[in-house]
C-alpha cells in the first residue's frame, strides 16, 4: 500500500475502534433487572440513586442494600439500617471497594442476582466493575436521573472512561476468578 493510503487507512480504523469502544463501554444504559434478590445503593450523588434503589427492591420483593452516604438517604425515606435495609461502608469507599464488598455479602448470603441503583451517568463504570466481581449474568445495573438535568456531560464522561479504563487495568475491582465473588487482590 501507498503511504498515503496507509495515512487514511490507520486513522479511519483506529477512529472507528474508539467509536466503538465509546459506545459499548461509556454510554450510559440501564439494563432490565431480572428478578434481583437485592438492590444496592452505591453511594454518592444525591437522593435519586436511594429512591430508585427503594423503588426496585419494593417492586421485586428484594432486600435493599444501601452503600456508604446512601445510608443517610435511605432514612430519609423511612428505611432504616439493620431494620429495613442491610447497610455497609466499602473498602476504599469507591465504587471498586462497593463491588468488592457486595461480592462477599452475595457469597455470604447466597445472592444469585444483583440489582445495582446508581445514578445516570455511572452505569457504564459500575456494571464494568460489579461484573467483575460477580460476573456478567449475575448484575443488571439502571440509572436514576437527577430532574431537570442531562443524564451526562462531557466532563463525567471523560471521568467515567477514566474509570472504565482504570477498572480494566490498574485499579480492577476483582483480580483473580472473576465472576464467583473471589477478591484475592492485596
Request: hydrophobic share 45%.
Amino acid at each position: 500500500m501507498t503511504t498515503w493510503l496507509w495515512a487514511v487507512v490507520v486513522p479511519v480504523v483506529v477512529l472507528a475502534a474508539l467509536s466503538t469502544a465509546f459506545v459499548v463501554y461509556l454510554l450510559p444504559t440501564d439494563d432490565v433487572p431480572r428478578d434481583p434478590d437485592v438492590v444496592v445503593v452505591l453511594g454518592g450523588a444525591g437522593a435519586e440513586r436511594a429512591e430508585l434503589g427503594i423503588e426496585l427492591a419494593e417492586r421485586y420483593d428484594a432486600d435493599l442494600v444501601l452503600s456508604s452516604s446512601a445510608a443517610a438517604f435511605g432514612e430519609r425515606q423511612g428505611r432504616t439500617c439493620r431494620v429495613d435495609a442491610i447497610c455497609f461502608e466499602p473498602v476504599p469507599e469507591t465504587t471498586r471497594g462497593e463491588a468488592r464488598g457486595v461480592a462477599r455479602m452475595a457469597e455470604e448470603r447466597g445472592w444469585n442476582h444483583i440489582t445495582v441503583a446508581t445514578s445516570a451517568f455511572h452505569t457504564s463504570r459500575s456494571r464494568f466493575l460489579f461484573r467483575q466481581c460477580l460476573g456478567p449474568d449475575r448484575v443488571s445495573v439502571v440509572g436514576a436521573r437527577r430532574d431537570g438535568r442531562p443524564a451526562t456531560s462531557p466532563r463525567l464522561l471523560l471521568r467515567e472512561g477514566a474509570g472504565v479504563l482504570a477498572g480494566a487495568t490498574i485499579q480492577r475491582a476483582c483480580w483473580g476468578q472473576e465472576g464467583n465473588g473471589a477478591d484475592t487482590a492485596s
